[in-house]
């Protein structure tokens, strides 16, 4: 049942310092077992191919069994695990917040399911894209055994990477260089060559104003602009360019543009110091 946990300074009083509330259910073992699979990687247009198969502990399939699924989108910065501190795509592309429900059904006679589920309209590809997929099971009485998937839209064979050589959420030191390495890999993580690759460094500038709300009083509010500041065009090998950009205090991105692929790499970075910091 609930239960309710009380913290009192003073034995004696009736108000609580603190609290929290406790439910307390008796431990049952699952007795489903799921497994989810699609296709390795997606291509731009192709849905997340779903097969779901669900079987009780003893043998039997959860033939007839309800399933329900949620797919959730985000901006996949780093799409090759081998590669770790190399950032790729365009993380300020709009995206759903939210997990959408995509599938509210019953399993076939063998306890499968196929579908095949588009990703939503949102997720352009213009930038590797995480489709995340919760996939539940439910037995006759309602409890539902939970499994997830991940799988990535590549919007391209090759994609453009750049590692800042400074700590990404410390950001670079104002008044000082900026350094990147620039890189095209293919999804096996091998390097590609490339030529005539833009990059250009663009400075954020952001104007504040007071904005007033009679729910919420005073308060404020800024509109964004944008200033390419240099760029220089590079080719790459198998060996990653590295590039230096003399910056100032504020907000910064660099973006690299690759006419192979039509495709733009986006590294927001910070140089100094920020009112996000703790220190």
């Keep these: 049942g609930r239960w309710r946990v009380e ?26 077992k799921l497994e989810l699979d699609a296709q390795k990687t997606l291509r731009p247009g192709e849905p997340l191919r779903l097969v779901a198969e669900a079987d009780y ?32 795509g365009d993380p300020t592309l709009t995206l759903p917040k939210e997990a959408q429900d995509v599938i509210d059904t019953a399993l076939d006679a063998d306890g499968v399911l196929r579908q095949d589920i588009p990703l939503p309209k949102e997720a352009r590809p213009v930038t590797p894209i995480a489709a995340i997929l919760t996939g539940s099971v439910y037995e006759t009485g309602g409890r539902s055994v939970n499994r997830g998937l991940k799988r990535v839209l590549w919007p391209a064979d090759t994609l453009v990477g750049v590692r800042p050589l400074f700590d990404d959420a410390e950001g670079s030191d104002a008044n000082a260089e900026a350094g990147f390495q620039i890189a095209r890999y293919g999804q096996d993580g091998a390097p590609r060559a490339g ?78 110091w920020s009112w996000d910091d703790q220190n």
């Design 7 to 32: 913290f009192r300074t003073d034995p004696g009083s009736k108000d609580a310092v603190q609290g929290m509330t406790l439910r307390i259910e008796e431990f049952l073992p699952e007795r489903l």
């Design 57 to 88: 502990l003893y043998g039997a399939p959860a033939a007839g069994n309800r399933f329900t699924a949620k797919l959730a989108v985000a901006v996949e910065q780093h799409p090759l695990e081998a590669l770790p501190g190399w950032f790729f």
């Design 195 to 272: 030529k005539g690759l833009r990059v250009s460094l663009i400075r954020e500038h952001r104007d504040y104003h007071w904005t007033y709300q009679e729910d919420g009083g005073w308060g404020y509010a800024f509109t964004r602009r944008f200033e390419t500041i240099e760029t220089r065009v590079v080719d790459v090998g198998s060996a990653p360019v590295r590039l230096h950009f003399p910056v100032e205090w504020g907000e910064y991105r660099l973006d690299v543009y690759d006419p192979a692929t039509r495709l733009t790499t986006r590294y927001p970075f910070r140089a100094g």
